[in-house]
């Protein structure tokens, strides 16, 4: 947990600038910062680069599960220990063509909610986990991805009532269903984006036909999902290649 020792802050507000999601609050009355607790998402941007030169702020162990947690998604230097990969998320829109999660014919879901400026709180990510899951979207299991641990079942996305007011810097939401699905998936996302109080991007893992070809941009442009699209390519050199 991040902490202002009040007895070291002299209420100059430097740490506020660089505080990734304004979650240091200046109080007039004792004129000294400290820190938003609902607000903060442990990532650690002030604690790093030392952003007080009085030492004010400090660290107080992390003493829950949640707030490991909050503090392995938010810090993009620590190494999450499911994944093995620094950041929120797993490798997959870069190495599926060796892993093979997303099979021809489905495509990959990764939705990447929260960002710096912004964040995350869990009970949004539980909505948009719970929204892709009801029209089909089979979501990654804990094995695989760090958000899958904190679900009461994966099969729903409903995530457990404890974590729901924890705030993240961001959080991938991953899954993947039938290409024949991704309409109401995208449908399902369009309604549930309505509903929650920040931002996503949307990752689409598509199997390219023979000819480099997908049916699902048009599925993008039948639901006036604007271009631009950027894409990443994967150019099937890895090995052992996966076929199916
Ligand atoms: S914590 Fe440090 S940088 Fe922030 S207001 Fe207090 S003295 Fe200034
Ligand atoms: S740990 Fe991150 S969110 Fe918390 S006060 Fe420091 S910079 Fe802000």
Request: glycine residues 10%; charged residues 25%.
């Amino acid at each position: 947990m991040t902490v202002i020792n009040e007895k070291q802050c002299n209420g100059c507000k430097i740490c506020q600038i660089y505080c990734t999601v304004d979650a240091i609050i200046y109080n007039s009355e004792d004129k000294k910062c400290y820190v938003d607790q609902d607000l903060c998402t442990e990532c650690y941007v002030c604690l790093r680069q030392k952003v007080c030169n009085r030492g004010a702020i400090e660290p107080i162990e992390l003493d829950n599960f949640y707030k490991q947690f909050q503090h392995g998604m938010s810090d993009p230097v620590e190494n999450h220990g499911v994944t093995g990969v620094t950041g929120r998320g797993t490798e997959e829109v870069k190495t599926n063509d060796v892993s093979g999660r997303v099979k021809k014919g489905e495509v990959g879901i990764a939705i990447d909610m929260g960002r710096p400026g912004m964040g995350v709180y869990l009970r949004d990510a539980s909505k948009v986990a719970m929204a892709i899951a009801k029209v089909g979207v089979e979501l990654q299991s804990a094995e695989h991805t760090p958000l899958a641990a904190l679900m009461k079942d994966v099969k729903t996305g409903e995530l457990i009532e404890d974590c729901l007011n924890y705030h993240l810097l961001s959080v991938i939401v991953e899954g993947k269903c039938a290409e024949n699905k991704l309409k109401d998936v995208l449908g399902a996302l369009q309604e549930v984006e309505k509903q929650i109080d920040t931002v996503f991007s949307l990752g689409l893992i598509l199997r390219v036909d023979e000819f480099g070809q997908t049916k699902a941009l048009a599925c993008l442009d039948e639901l006036s999902i604007p271009q631009p699209y950027w894409g990443k390519v994967n150019m099937g050199l890895g090995r052992p290649l996966s076929l199916d």
